[in-house]
């Protein structure tokens, strides 16, 4: 199975969705879906083989928009474990939730978690909405936002 017969795959996977999809670099293919669709594009690209995912990040475009990227790939079928599928979606800026993707990789727990701690993305639907690495009483801006600021009361800087 080579790159153009992947995305040819993901294409027809989809073709009923409003998705774009594309080669992006050797052996990586890119789709890229609004979140009104993002569960089930992501069924269905389970049901082609990409059966886990391996990160989830989020991209902070400052009071422009969120950008939510999965990396998927397989471990049941070999010939696809060679490719990255690349899962993005955008956000606005004024509403950074989306479907969480739990219930299609149950591998996302963690990192949809970490995501909803660091960038403030709300993963509807998430069972896990308390602080995973910050501190239980944090307030303010999540940390790995582009307008979060270090304090630096007391520094002479």
Same mark, same amino acid.
Request: charged residues 30%; negative net charge; aromatic residues 8%.
């Given at each position: 199975?080579?790159?153009?017969?992947? *995305?040819?795959?993901?294409?027809?996977? %989809?073709?009923?969705?409003?998705?774009? *999809?594309?080669?992006? +670099?050797?052996?990586?293919?890119?789709? /890229?879906?609004?979140?009104?669709?993002?569960?089930?594009?992501?069924? /269905? %690209?389970?049901?082609? +083989? !990409?059966?886990?995912? /391996?990160?989830? @990040?989020?991209?902070?475009?400052?009071?422009?928009? !969120?950008?939510?990227?999965?990396?998927?790939?397989?471990?049941?079928?070999?010939?696809?474990?060679? !490719?990255?599928?690349?899962?993005?979606?955008? &956000?606005?800026?004024?509403?950074?939730? @989306? #479907?969480?993707?739990?219930?299609?990789? #149950?591998?996302?727990?963690?990192?949809?978690?970490?995501?909803?701690? %660091?960038?403030?993305?709300?993963?509807? +639907?998430?069972?896990? /909405?308390?602080? %995973?690495? &910050?501190?239980?009483?944090?307030? +303010?801006?999540?940390? &790995?936002?582009?307008? !979060?600021?270090?304090? @630096?009361?007391?520094?002479?800087?």
């Amino acid at each position: 199975m080579d790159l153009e017969e992947v *995305v040819q795959r993901v294409k027809d996977a %989809l073709s009923d969705l409003e998705v774009e *999809v594309q080669e992006k +670099g050797p052996n990586v293919v890119e789709v /890229k879906v609004n979140r009104e669709n993002v569960i089930e594009a992501a069924r /269905k %690209l389970k049901g082609l +083989g !990409f059966d886990h995912v /391996k990160s989830v @990040t989020a991209i902070d475009y400052p009071n422009e928009r !969120f950008e939510v990227v999965y990396h998927a790939s397989s471990y049941s079928n070999l010939e696809l474990a060679r !490719f990255f599928l690349v899962l993005r979606v955008d &956000l606005p800026y004024d509403d950074p939730k @989306t #479907p969480s993707l739990l219930e299609v990789w #149950p591998s996302v727990l963690y990192l949809e978690h970490e995501q909803y701690d %660091l960038m403030g993305i709300d993963f509807e +639907g998430h069972p896990r /909405k308390e602080r %995973l690495l &910050l501190p239980d009483d944090y307030e +303010g801006i999540p940390p &790995l936002r582009k307008e !979060f600021k270090i304090k @630096t009361e007391g520094i002479n800087a």
